[in-house]
């Protein structure tokens, strides 16, 4: 049984950083994306950012574009979010996702994803 656990949300001052992980335990078969997307209270989930298999590629909504970077190590069943330059509107759940590697931008659409954390909870105060 596959499972995506996130790690490293909390509460910081506007402006701070935070750095979220997520590690994949259980076999995934096949070469996979890797992403984050996130929920804010009454507003639908949303993507945030995505890595491909190999982790060239990296694709990121407009609204963190410049602000957060998603890597992935060389155990390719990680993958982190460094978020930068907070802003209260970076309030969220954040979920750390992974499915087919249809490319880095493939994953924006919610599509193919196959496995979902459970959600950490990022709240930037202002």
């Known amino acids: 049984q596959v499972q995506l656990v996130e790690s490293g949300g909390g509460l910081v001052q506007a402006g701070g950083s935070l750095r979220l992980s997520c590690a994949a335990s259980?076999?995934?078969?096949?070469?996979?994306?890797m992403g984050w997307f996130r929920q804010a209270p009454g507003k639908e989930r949303e993507f945030v950012a995505s890595i491909t298999w190999s982790g060239s590629t990296t694709y990121y909504a407009d609204s963190v574009k410049g602000r957060f970077t998603i890597s992935r190590g060389n155990a390719k069943n990680k993958a982190d979010l460094q978020m930068n330059s907070l802003k209260p509107e970076d309030t969220a759940i954040y979920y750390c996702a992974a499915g087919f590697d249809g490319g880095a931008q493939a994953m924006s659409s919610m599509t193919g994803i196959d496995y979902w954390g459970q959600g950490t909870q990022v709240t930037v105060s202002s």
């Open positions: 259980g076999r995934i078969f096949g070469r996979y994306a």
